[in-house]
């Protein structure tokens, strides 16, 4: 089994900024992609950033400039550093993998999410 863990979230005001932490864990031989996405209120979800092993990374246009992911290998752990914060970046924010684990090959993790909240 292999479970995404998201933390970091919380409530900051317009201009202000956040880290997201995601930590894999489980039967892991290989993450392969790791990227957040968010979905605001009566919205899709839609991609924020992505990372590969390799670390080369792809944005939304509407964060470009101001989030920068990245990611630790050793410690299975990407985060979303989000700077100059805006109140339509408020969403669930959740974690994602494509992570090769033992027994089960190449699938899709998801993590529970996280709140962040943008005041005006």
């Known amino acids: 089994q292999v479970q995404l863990v998201e933390s970091g979230g919380g409530l900051v005001q317009a201009g202000g900024s956040l880290r997201l932490s995601c930590v894999a864990s489980g039967s892991i031989l290989r993450i392969v992609t790791m990227g957040w996405y968010r979905q605001a209120p009566g919205k899709q979800r839609e991609l924020v950033a992505v990372?590969?092993?390799?670390?080369?990374?792809n944005y939304a246009d509407s964060v470009k400039g101001r989030f920068t992911i990245s990611r630790d290998n050793a410690k299975n752990t990407v985060y979303l550093q989000m700077n100059s914060l805006k109140p339509e970046d408020t969403a669930v924010y959740y974690c994602?993998?494509?992570?090769?684990?033992?027994?089960?090959?190449?699938?899709?993790?998801w993590g529970q999410g996280t709140q962040v909240t943008v005041s005006s």
């Open positions: 994602y993998g494509e992570i090769i684990a033992v027994r089960a090959g190449l699938s899709s993790y």
């Open positions: 990372i590969s092993s390799g670390g080369n990374s």
